[in-house]
């Protein structure tokens, strides 16, 4: 399965389906299952950010719990949508959404769908951009 490397606490807000959207640098014409690969780094200062903390602590995650290098999703990536600068002066997609991505003009912002976190996490080493795992059937 194709899987990608999200910093925490994005991966688990991706888990939680507290966050719909992964914003990237790059484009990707690739559509179908994806499964988000928590990667060994935690942005601690983001953690403290009101909405990425509430969120978190909804489902009992701090930046003391978060689960580090493993798979800990899986999705389908349903499109891929280029950041206009209509949409970054709207505040597109809007609601906590736009708080949980960098939503600057020219990024892209991933729509993620049918996200299942899973019961076990699977642990791995991450990569750059896509990369192969054999998750297995099951482990969800």
Partial sequence: MKC???RQPWATL???KEKQFETRSWKTAYRGELAIHAG???DKSACRQELIQS???????SADNLPLGAIIATSRLADCYQVTDEDAG???PGGNEFAFGDYSQGR????LEEVTALAHPIP???RLSFWEHPVLEGEQ
């Fill in 90 to 92: 709207a505040g597109w």
């Fill in 55 to 61: 969120a978190l602590a909804r489902h009992g995650f």
């Fill in 4 to 6: 990608l490397t999200v």
């Fill in 124 to 126: 791995a080493k991450g």
């Fill in 40 to 42: 060994m780094g935690i």
């Fill in 14 to 16: 991706i888990a939680l």
């Fill in 108 to 111: 892209y912002a991933w729509k």
